[in-house]
């Protein structure tokens, strides 16, 4: 995110692109698929869904723009994983630019210290829209990105071995913490932690499994004595969500493995050599991940981050990247990636606007063009198309962003 990015062949002449840099184009416009994802949650697919509950279509869409319970994964789900991935990814063609600009290690190490505390504190601060007090949580994307970004950018400036060790002292670690946390006895009153009998009933862990459950594991307990140190409107007692602050630890495991795909992307090997260690990646990543959850060793559950987590979304990270280097980087393909480059250039801006200029942009529509202007389908699809009206301001805000090389970086 510190250097502008490589921009497609534009559709029409009077798209001038911004000044290239060493980053792929892939890059990018996976990023802006992530981003667009993320931004098209105003399409509110649920409402449209819950009025046409027939629709299987309506029904699948909408589940996969929400986030399952616990064990398992939506498409949703790998938004998070797939940014955090590639904020790894870009890390050595930013310390590739910067050295040869001569820029010194200490420079840039003290520069990527200082991004992290601003991610810190921006997702804090977006955590804290509308409320009284800030609110001092630390499971926001960006947040959970900056306290593990520092170690990356370290280990970033390390041989490609030490990314391995690493990576491997993160999962195995993490996994045996947890696995060595005492199983709450029968006796706990998960009613007291915001887990309802109903949902024990339908999504509980049994088993080894069960030191994963929902707040009542390890991170959960650290969190009622980390979260209370910080001034609140009532004391900590847990996450509705079962989101956490370790659980940055292995989000840093998802961005080591996208330190080690741009690392690769980086090498000298041949393009065949590399799309294959891509796709061979990528499958062992997934297979390892969901094995570890069929077994019963680790269940995959992205709230909490588990090491099968880890694994399985970033083996599916490591096969998106190899088809958009593939299609993108090496075919050329780029004119029809343009939407997504526009959005992935910009990814902070993308993040801060949706939010915190959706609900802003969606009124006004409403107060300008009235609501009967989206009821053209029917009412059941008002939603959709509010949704899809407000997606289109905010891409255009980035669009004139774009045309403008007005990229917001930290």
């Not at 064990?71 to 063609?93: C, E, K, N, R, T």
């Not at 900056?146 to 990314?163: E, K």
């Amino acid at each position: 995110m510190s250097t502008p990015p490589v921009t497609p062949t534009p559709p029409a002449a009077a798209l001038v692109p911004p000044a290239a840099s060493a980053r792929l184009g892939s890059i990018d416009a996976y990023r802006g698929f992530v981003m667009l994802l993320m931004m098209a949650e105003v399409l509110r697919l649920s409402r449209v869904a819950q009025a046409l509950s027939e629709s299987g279509l309506w029904r699948s869409l909408a589940w996969h723009q929400s986030h399952v319970a616990w064990v398992g994964a939506s498409l949703h789900d790998f938004i998070q994983p797939s940014f955090s991935f590639l904020v790894g990814v870009a890390v050595p063609f930013s310390i590739a630019s910067r050295a040869a600009r001569g820029t010194s290690t200490t420079r840039m190490t003290w520069h990527a210290l200082w991004r992290a505390l601003v991610l810190i504190l921006l997702g804090v601060f977006l955590r804290s829209t509308g409320r009284n007090l800030t609110n001092w949580t630390f499971e926001d994307t960006l947040t959970q990105i900056g306290l593990g970004y520092g170690f990356l950018f370290v280990l970033g400036l390390r041989p490609s071995r030490d990314h391995w060790i690493a990576l491997g002292a993160i999962l195995a670690g993490y996994w045996a913490a947890f696995a060595l946390w005492p199983v709450p006895g029968a006796d706990f009153d998960y009613a007291k932690v915001g887990v309802a009998k109903a949902w024990l009933d339908a999504h509980g862990l049994s088993g080894l499994a069960a030191h994963w459950q929902k707040n009542s594991n390890l991170a959960w307990a650290f969190d009622t004595w980390w979260m209370n140190l910080f001034p609140r409107e009532k004391p900590f007692l847990f996450n509705g969500g079962g989101y956490a602050t370790l659980s940055f630890i292995p989000t840093l495991g998802t961005m080591l493995l996208g330190l080690i795909a741009g690392t690769v992307l980086r090498s000298p090997r041949d393009t065949t050599a590399k799309l294959k260690w891509f796709a061979l990646a990528g499958a062992a990543g997934l297979l390892a991940g969901a094995a570890l959850g069929w077994l019963g060793l680790c269940p995959v559950v992205k709230r909490i981050w588990t090491p099968s987590w880890v694994l399985m979304s970033g083996g599916a990270c490591l096969w998106m990247l190899g088809l958009c280097h593939w299609v993108i980087d090496l075919r050329g393909r780029r004119t029809w990636g343009f939407p997504l480059l526009v959005i992935g250039a910009n990814s902070i801006a993308a993040y801060l606007i949706a939010h915190l200029f959706d609900a802003f942009i969606a009124k006004n529509l409403l107060t300008h063009l009235g609501a009967d202007f989206f009821k053209t389908l029917g009412p059941a699809y008002q939603p959709l198309l509010h949704g899809g009206a407000t997606l289109c301001v905010m891409w255009l805000l980035l669009f004139w962003m774009w045309r403008r090389k007005l990229f917001l970086k930290i």
